[in-house]
């Protein structure tokens, strides 16, 4: 299968501060990228849908301005969290899927665990 | 609207088998998926149905029934390691994954 990484694994930073995520497809090209949220015990929560060179989509009640989504590359989406405060610590997960592969499976990352103090 | 149901947690002994059911409604099918996820890790993918039948990998075999919005996770042979979120996954007709809440297996000695 495919291989998806992301950078970093985990992350702790102060309230009010930024921190950026990056997801990166390591051997073949991803047109559509996916951003995951996962609080403790709970299933995944698609946050948006970003596609290279365009606006990423996002989910209803995922605001734009705080959640920050480029897909600048068919190998790199990041995802930046402004302004993060103690609710936004969770379990974010990338997703892509291959070009060729509108039916088949969606590869993950391992995760960024962000912790906001 | 889109809903896919699990149970929320099931118990299974050492060696034995476990089957973890899953029902959905969603606009369109596209496909069906198991996923497999240990706890603070990412999912893994496990199995995908887009027919009816039963598609067996391993200790691990799943069943689909698009009629009856019915599909289903064997796992044969338990093994410890195999305590983890099982996570049921259909994609509808605008190839958009609808997920399960996931259902916590755990396995006993």
Request: one cysteine or more; aromatic letters at 12%.
């Amino acid at each position: 299968g495919a291989v998806v990484s992301q950078h970093p694994s985990w992350v702790i930073c102060k309230s009010g501060t930024s921190v950026k995520i990056e997801c990166r497809s390591l051997d073949f090209q991803a047109t559509t990228m996916f951003w995951y949220r996962q609080f403790p015990k709970q299933s995944l929560m698609l946050m948006a849908t970003s596609n290279e060179g365009s606006k990423a989509t996002y989910e209803q009640g995922v605001e734009k301005d705080k959640f920050l989504i480029n897909h600048a590359s068919l190998t790199l989406s990041t995802l930046t969290v402004t302004s993060a405060h103690p609710e936004d610590s969770s379990f974010y997960i990338c997703s892509t899927r291959s070009v060729a592969g509108e039916a088949y499976e969606q590869y993950f990352g391992p995760g960024t665990r962000l912790t906001v103090t | 609207g889109q809903n896919i149901d699990q149970p929320t947690e099931m118990t299974a002994t050492e060696g034995a088998i476990v089957q973890i059911n899953c029902t959905y409604q969603t606009s369109g099918f596209n496909g069906l998926f198991w996923y497999q996820q240990h706890a603070g890790e990412a999912p893994t993918f496990l199995s995908y149905n887009v027919l009816d039948g039963l598609e067996e990998k391993g200790r691990f075999s799943s069943f689909l029934s698009r009629s009856k919005g019915y599909s289903y996770l064997l796992l044969k042979e338990l093994q410890m390691k195999d305590s983890a979120s099982y996570l049921c996954a259909v994609k509808d007709s605008n190839y958009q994954l609808i997920w399960g809440a996931g259902t916590k297996l755990i396995i006993k000695p």
